[in-house]
T-cell receptor, first 111, second 117 residues
């Protein structure tokens, strides 16, 4: 399949542990943030989003935290599974502008 | 529902040639956005089509052009290919760009891997 991130930072976690993936975003005016998961050979897949008027949002096994003071976003994955292995991207939006993606982090789950 | 489909899967061209990539949006979607993803990078927005018109454009030269058809499918054309155009080209579909809000949930296709030699 496609290799989408040969030179990305890599996070290796043991199966069953929690994962935390971090992202520093660029624009203090950004008002909407999204985390995407990209598996080999596939396009990015929406995981969870958060608006700038929130600092935390939870989904199924995932939580996104937003710290606007330091322009930092994190994605927490609980009880990480082998199927979570992928490249994860954060993306930011301000107003009506297009998505701006970060560089991505490769998550490798050790069984 | 087939989701977003793109063709071809892979393509090899030489410098100076022209290429056309195709995208069919998810059923019910009327808006198509194109992204370029270089190896090891996040996707970069090229442009968005809605109602057969280019609505927004990223920082890409005029060599990159597109088209949207009445059935909402779309093409991306790149002229005078450069080595640096080698990348994964992603198409994303969504609904309602005409509402003035650029971002509704976008569904991405698997991409077309373009290699320029």
């Amino acid at each position: 399949g496609e290799s989408v991130g040969l030179h990305l930072p890599t996070l290796s976690v043991q199966e069953g542990d929690n994962s935390i993936i971090n992202c520093a975003y660029s624009n203090s005016a950004s008002d909407y943030f999204i985390w995407y998961k990209q598996e080999s050979g596939k396009g990015p897949q929406f995981i969870i989003d958060i608006r700038s008027n929130m600092d935390k949002r939870q989904g199924q096994r995932v939580t996104v935290l937003l710290n606007k003071t330091v322009k930092h976003l994190s994605l927490q994955i609980a009880a990480t599974q082998p199927g979570d292995s992928a490249v994860y991207f954060c993306a930011e939006v301000w107003g009506n502008t297009p998505l701006v993606f970060g560089k991505g982090t490769r998550l490798s789950v050790i069984a | 529902d087939a989701g977003v489909t793109q063709s071809p899967t892979h393509l090899i061209k030489t410098r100076g040639q022209q290429v056309t990539l195709r995208c069919s949006p998810k059923s019910g979607h009327d808006t198509v956005s194109w992204y370029q993803q270089a190896l090891g990078q996040g996707p970069q927005f090229i442009f968005q089509y809605y109602e057969e018109e280019e609505r927004q454009r990223g920082n890409f030269p005029d060599r990159f052009s597109g088209h949207q058809f009445p059935n909402y499918s779309s093409e991306l054309n790149v002229n005078a290919l450069l080595l640096g155009d080698s990348a994964l080209y992603l198409c994303a579909s969504s609904l309602g760009a005409g509402t003035g809000y650029m971002l509704t949930e976008q569904f991405f296709g698997p991409g077309t891997r373009l290699t320029v030699l």
